[in-house]
């Protein structure tokens, strides 16, 4: 497995509260991205980061912002979260972004707005 | 813009059954295709890729998917099931050129009763 770690693994906040969440990799890979996972729809992208202090937004980034100011950390901060914001949140990363990159995905981290 | 669709949201099989998940997905040019499992509780792990050459492609655990370009398919398969395939599983698609975006299908439940 690629060295991937997301912290915490488990998160209940109460609406309006800042939650930051990280993702760590050993790997050095250029690309980090950060997924949710719901019932229904797969996973879809909220934001990537193709280096450190260059990101992008992904489909469902509303709401979401993220820093990468070190090559192995990419973190992912709802500024004032809300229930519609409960999911699992995976981080992948991928080595280039090339059309034969593969991304390879962290161990998640179950978050809960109440 | 790319998509994926997988059709069957949940399937139950008995131990020793085949297994074929289907995943079509739309796009007009040159993709590179995956399928992830996930295991419950757990991360997202790659069970294989295509990129190029033989349609058919053969990952770990005796799993394979043929590419159909023709057909815009690209389905899963596996002879005999084990009751520790219980997973879901998820076809995904990456367009080969450009924005290396990678689109998932909303996931398939596979359920193996022993």
């Known amino acids: 497995d690629a060295g991937i770690t997301q912290s915490p693994r488990h998160k209940v906040t109460e609406t309006g509260t800042p939650v930051t969440l990280r993702c760590h990799q050993t790997?050095?890979?250029?690309?980090m991205y950060w997924y949710r996972q719901d019932p229904g729809h797969g996973l879809r992208l909220i934001h990537y980061?193709?280096?450190?202090?260059?990101?992008d937004k992904g489909e469902v980034s509303d709401g979401y912002s993220v820093s990468r100011s070190k090559t192995e950390d990419f973190l992912l901060t709802l500024e004032s979260a809300t229930s519609s914001q409960t999911s699992v949140y995976f981080c992948?990363?991928?080595?280039?972004?090339?059309?034969?990159?593969?991304?390879?995905f962290g161990p998640g981290t179950r978050l809960t707005v109440l | 813009a790319q998509s994926v669709s997988q059709h069957n949201h949940h399937v139950i099989l008995s131990e020793a059954a085949s297994l074929e998940l289907g995943c079509n997905y739309s796009y007009g040019g040159t993709v590179n295709l995956f399928w992830y499992v996930q295991y419950p509780g757990q991360h997202l792990q790659l069970l294989l890729k295509y990129f190029s050459g033989d349609p058919l492609v053969k990952g770990i655990k005796g799993f394979e998917a043929e590419f159909i370009k023709s057909k815009f398919s690209f389905n899963l398969r596996k002879p005999s099931v084990q009751w520790s395939d219980t997973a879901e599983y998820f076809c995904?698609?990456?367009?080969?050129?450009?924005?290396?975006?990678?689109?998932f299908g909303t996931g398939t439940k596979l359920q193996v009763i022993p």
């Open positions: 790997e050095n890979h250029r690309y």
């Open positions: 995904a698609v990456k367009n080969s050129g450009g924005y290396q975006k990678v689109t």
């Open positions: 980061s193709y280096g450190v202090k260059d990101t």
């Open positions: 992948a990363i991928s080595e280039s972004g090339g059309s034969t990159d593969t991304q390879y």
